[in-house]
């Protein structure tokens, strides 16, 4: 149990490095190109055609690629310190609320992708593989702590 535990920590490791790297590029995307092959793709426009959206929605959409970037690199921050002192005597609750903070987050970020219609798999594999990874740390968390609970709390 003890050595799942920490294969389920190394994911969520991980899981933080992968938000740090996918926040750090949607963060450069969003001060730079604003848009990836999969935006214009889901648009049907050719990148020397996304002008055409217009100057304003070229910046709404740069603004909040550059905010999501911002935010994905700070909750990657935190993630990481988190993780890497969460698996010791008291910090239970930290485990918990790492793995109670993913449902809204990925909720969320696959839903309104659901919900809009943008289900392009080069687009979405990301978000996929960090909930796999999220899950992986989820799940082996709770499995250690219903059987080490004294070690843990």
């Keep these: 149990m003890w050595r799942r535990a920490q294969w389920g920590q190394l994911a969520w490791v991980v899981h933080a490095v992968g938000l740090l790297i996918a926040g750090a590029v949607i963060l450069w995307v969003g001060m730079t ?43 990657g921050a935190g993630m990481f310190l988190s993780v890497l002192w969460c698996f010791r005597r ?23 992708h659901l919900w809009v219609g943008y289900i392009d798999w080069r687009h979405l594999v990301h978000a996929v593989a960090g909930l796999v990874l999220w899950v992986a740390g989820s799940t082996s968390h709770t499995e250690y702590r219903s059987v080490h609970s004294p070690h843990f709390y």
Excluded at 42 to 69: I, N, P, Q, W, Y
Excluded at 90 to 112: D, E, S
């Design 33 to 75: 190109s604003v848009f990836v092959a999969e935006d214009l793709n889901f648009l049907c426009l050719k990148s020397r055609d996304a002008g055409e959206l217009g100057a304003k929605m070229v910046a709404v959409v740069a603004h909040d690629r550059a905010t999501l970037g911002g935010m994905l690199f700070a909750s």
């Design 90 to 112: 008291g910090a239970a609750w930290l485990w918990t609320t790492t793995a109670f903070l993913g449902i809204p987050a990925y909720t969320a970020a696959l839903g309104v």
